[in-house]
Each structure stands twice: as structure tokens, then as C-alpha cells.
Nanobody, 126 residues
Framework: QVQLVESGGGLVQAGGSLRLSCAASGRTFSTYTMGWFRQAPGKEREFVAAINWSGGNTYYTGSVKGRFTISRDNAKNMVHLQMNSLKPEDTAGYYC???????????????????WGQGTQVTVSS
């Protein structure tokens, strides 16, 4: 069983930055593919970014490309999402997800992930 705990959310003005973190339990974190998803009120949960087990392969949804950066620290069982140039439309609950597979492939569908955190709220004011 893997537990994921997100942190780092908050209220920020448009144009500002936040860094989300996800702490993972388990001794095999370095083998997981990790992803970030978000869900705004009244909307479906959507893919934001993913990173493979080594950190050598990343993928972003188009609306955050160039503004968000996903990274991981396998020594600390952590994955991060650096969010810059935030916009009001980035307001959502942000969720960390883990897939127990070492692969260079990355996954954008919720069903591809085995474990989920409880989420952290990001609110961007205009």
C-alpha cells in the first residue's frame, strides 16, 4: 500500500508562484510513475503533469506547458510541482497520483494510476 500526502497549496495572486509537494510512503517509490491532476469546482478531474521513475521523462498538458515543472527526489520519496505565472483558471484541488510501474511511458488517464493523495487546494485570485 502506498500513501501520498500533498502539501504546498494556498491562495496566491495571478502571476504568482506556488510549489506543491507530494510525500510518498513505501520503499519502492523510485520505481513509480508519478502524476499530478487537478479538479476545479463543477469540472472533471484533469491531467496536469507526469514524470517517469527516473525523472528523465516528463509530460504536461498544454495549458500549463512552460509555466509548470514536475520533478522528483527519489532519495526523499518526494515529487514536486513548481507552478509559475499562475492564472485564475489554475484554481483547483491538486492531486498527486502514483502508478507502480517503471517505464519511460507516461500516462494521462486517471485509471492508469494506482494510488491517490487527498489533494491540496490552490486558489489564484485575479
Amino acid at each position: 500500500q502506498v500513501q501520498l500526502v500533498e502539501s504546498g497549496g494556498g491562495l496566491v495572486q495571478a502571476g504568482g508562484s506556488l510549489r506543491l509537494s507530494c510525500a510518498a510512503s513505501g520503499r519502492t517509490f523510485s520505481t513509480y510513475t508519478m502524476g499530478w491532476f487537478r479538479q476545479a469546482p463543477g469540472k472533471e478531474r484533469e491531467f496536469v503533469a507526469a514524470i517517469n521513475w527516473s525523472g528523465g521523462n516528463t509530460y504536461y498538458t498544454g495549458s500549463v506547458k512552460g509555466r509548470f515543472t514536475i520533478s522528483r527526489d527519489n532519495a526523499k520519496n518526494m515529487v514536486h510541482l513548481q507552478m509559475n505565472s499562475l492564472k485564475p483558471e489554475d484554481t483547483a484541488g491538486y492531486y498527486c497520483a502514483a502508478r507502480q510501474e517503471s517505464t519511460t511511458l507516461l500516462f494521462v488517464k486517471e485509471a492508469a494510476y494506482d494510488y491517490w493523495g487527498q489533494g491540496t487546494q490552490v486558489t489564484v485570485s485575479s
